[in-house]
């Protein structure tokens, strides 16, 4: 059975930092493109950053410079490091584990800046 557990969300000021978590579980962690997704209230879900097994970081226009996405394959788990962050960035963060067609979600975990 796949899971995907994020943690790491919560109520953070404008210009704030959290880091968040994913632990896998149920996968061959080391072969899968590792994603974090958003969603705010009214919007569709959206890329925010993504890694591939080799390593190569992919980040949204609106967060370069801001997040940092990494991997430890030895504790299957992706971490996003979120600094300065705006209330924009409000949302709901996912996690997605991709490789070919297969692709698996976590429940999300909720991130709130208030201004």
């Known amino acids: 059975q796949v899971q995907l557990v994020e943690s790491g969300g919560g109520l953070v000021q404008t210009g704030g930092s959290l880091r968040l978590s994913c632990a896998a579980s149920?996968?061959?962690?080391?072969?899968?493109?590792m994603g974090w997704y958003r969603q705010a209230p009214g919007n569709q879900r959206e890329l925010v950053a993504a890694i591939t097994s080799g390593g190569i970081e992919n980040y949204a226009d609106s967060v370069k410079g801001r997040f940092t996405i990494s991997r430890d394959n030895a504790k299957n788990t992706v971490y996003l490091q979120m600094n300065s962050l705006k209330p924009e960035d409000t949302a709901v963060y996912y996690c997605?584990?991709?490789?070919?067609?297969?692709?698996?979600w976590g429940q999300g975990t909720q991130v709130t800046v208030s201004s």
């Open positions: 149920g996968i061959i962690f080391s072969i899968h493109t």
């Open positions: 997605n584990a991709k490789y070919w067609t297969t692709s698996f």
